[in-house]
Structures are given as structure tokens and as C-alpha cells.
């Protein structure tokens, strides 16, 4: 069985602050794993993912991410925060050939002027 | 391109009642699915489909339905409405390769009284 855990459910940070969100997987095999955002009243949209090439990846908006298998982790960085990153952030994750994606039940990122 | 379209938007229902919602795609994608989305849990999987005529179901398939006649569309049923519906359903696509849903819809929120 594969899952995520996201660490917070609602984090807050000051305009041009480092934005840190956490997410910890468990798989059995080696996973696949992505983040998702969602704006208010949208669906969802792919930020960035990882499919065991680079462990450090760059997404969209300044975000990246980095794959630790020792720590089981696959946390969400950017070096400085703006006011339109407000959003609810989503971890996901799948094994190679599943198309059932897991995701984790997210972390609402609010931005301090 | 309006990429992945569900109608309606809004819906109120009675218990008991059915009704279908609607989700095309004009991208010519193989892969399609529909999550709902509830406050705490993150999105879960209903029922997902790799290509035309084929279906399979996900974490939470219990009443609902859903057919893939085309690779256009992927309507999802209620057969008989129970307060527990009540939720944000969304509905994605992806090509065969992607690994994960790339494009979702707006969502349609289905209230159950």
C-alpha cells in the first residue's frame, strides 16, 4: 500500500520568507511522487513530479522539491514567498504502471504581507 | 482548448434522487478519473478508466457508476443520493505515459439535503 502524510494542515508565512511544506511516503516499491496546488474554486494543478530520474526537481512558480529516500520524505520548498502562492498545496503519490494516485489530505499555505 | 470541461458546476439534490455528472475532455486523452474532495481527507479516487469501454474502480466506488463510450467523456452517476455524496467531485485526464492526472476540471459541488 503506498500513502503520503502531510505534516500541518495549514501553514503561514511572510511575504518573501522561505515556504517549507512537508510531505513524508510509504510505499513498498520505489514511488512516484508529486505536488499539487489548488487555488480557491479550481481544480487541481501539477506543480512539479518526481519519477526517480533527479532527485531535486523544479516545478512551476519558483517551487522545487527534493526526494530523500532515507527520510521518506519529498518536502516543497521556495526560497521566498509572494502573496499569489496563497493556495492549498496536495501531495501525491503512485508506483510505476498504477494509475490509482494517493493523495495526502493537504497543508493551506496562507501569505503574511 | 478548453482542456477538461464538468458540468454542472453547482448541484442541490434530494436524498434518493440520481443524477449524472458530466466531464469531457477535448485533449484526446486515454486516462480519465473522478475524485471527490472533502474537507481533512484530501481528494480520493471513485472510479478511473485507461481507455474507451474500460472502467476500474478506487478507494471509494460505492454508488457510483461510471461508462467511458468514448474517449471524450466520462460521466460519473449518483444512483441514489445519500447525504454522505455531498462533497466537491473533480474530474481528470492524462495521456498514457504522464504517470499522474495532469489536467483536472473546475469541479462540480454536489450538496445532498
Known amino acids: 500500500a503506498q500513502s503520503v502524510t502531510q505534516l500541518g494542515s495549514h501553514v503561514s508565512v511572510s511575504e518573501g520568507a522561505l515556504v517549507l511544506l512537508r510531505c513524508n511516503y510509504s510505499?513498498?516499491?520505489?514511488?512516484?511522487l508529486f505536488w499539487y496546488v489548488q487555488y480557491p474554486n479550481q481544480g487541481l494543478q501539477l506543480l512539479l513530479k518526481y519519477t526517480s530520474a533527479a532527485t531535486l526537481v523544479k516545478g512551476i512558480n519558483g517551487f522545487e522539491a527534493e526526494f530523500k529516500k532515507s527520510e521518506t520524505s519529498f518536502h516543497l520548498t521556495k526560497p521566498s514567498a509572494h502573496m499569489s502562492d496563497a493556495a492549498e498545496y496536495f501531495c501525491?503519490?503512485?508506483?510505476?504502471?498504477?494509475?490509482?494516485?494517493?493523495f495526502g489530505t493537504g497543508t493551506r499555505l496562507t501569505i503574511i504581507p | 482548448n478548453a482542456g477538461v470541461t464538468q458540468t454542472p458546476k453547482f448541484q442541490v439534490l434530494k436524498t434518493g434522487q440520481s443524477m449524472t455528472l458530466q466531464c469531457a475532455q477535448d485533449?484526446?486523452?486515454?486516462?480519465m478519473s473522478w475524485y471527490r474532495q472533502d474537507p481533512g481527507m484530501g481528494l480520493r479516487l471513485i472510479h478511473y478508466s485507461v481507455g474507451a469501454g474500460i472502467t476500474d474502480q478506487g478507494e471509494v466506488p460505492n454508488g457510483y457508476n461510471v461508462s467511458r463510450s468514448t474517449t471524450e467523456d466520462f460521466p460519473l452517476r449518483l444512483l441514489s443520493a445519500a447525504p454522505s455524496q455531498t462533497s466537491v467531485y473533480f474530474c481528470a485526464s492524462w495521456r498514457r505515459g504522464d504517470n499522474q492526472p495532469q489536467h483536472f476540471g473546475d469541479g462540480t459541488r454536489l450538496s445532498i439535503l
Open positions: 501525491a503519490v503512485n508506483n510505476f504502471g498504477n494509475e490509482k494516485l494517493t
Open positions: 510505499s513498498s516499491v520505489p514511488p512516484y
Open positions: 485533449m484526446n486523452h486515454e486516462y
